[in-house]
Nanobody, 115 residues
Framework: QVHLVESGGGLVQAGGSLRLSCAAS????????MAWYRQAPGKQRELVAF???????NYAVPVKGRFTISGDSAKKTVYLQMNSLKPEDTGVYYC?????????WGQGTQVTVSA
């Protein structure tokens, strides 16, 4: 069983920055794909970014160039550095771990960007 705990959300003005953290239990970094998703009110959950066990990264078009996903295997933590935040980045951000035929989600952390 894998448990994921997100933190780092909050209220920030447009143009500001936040860093989200996702702490994972278990030794998953060597085999799992780790991703960040977000869900705005009234909208479907959407992929923001992911990082493979080999360190390859990919980003959704709306966040490319502003967000950076990274992982620290020693701390079993995945980060999402979010810069130049916009009001449309507002939502609940979820961490996901996928691998070995299983998928795990965290409980989410709220990010609110004011205009």
């Amino acid at each position: 069983q894998v448990h994921l705990v997100e933190s780092g959300g909050g209220l920030v003005q447009a143009g500001g920055s936040l860093r989200l953290s996702c702490a994972a239990s278990g030794n998953i970094f060597s085999t799992y794909l780790m991703a960040w998703y977000r869900q705005a009110p009234g909208k479907q959950r959407e992929l923001v970014a992911f990082i493979t066990s080999g360190g390859n990264t990919n980003y959704a078009v709306p966040v490319k160039g502003r967000f950076t996903i990274s992982g620290d295997s020693a701390k079993k933590t995945v980060y999402l550095q979010m810069n130049s935040l916009k009001p449309e980045d507002t939502g609940v951000y979820y961490c996901k771990a996928q691998g070995s035929g299983s998928t795990y989600w965290g409980q989410g952390t709220q990010v609110t960007v004011s205009a």
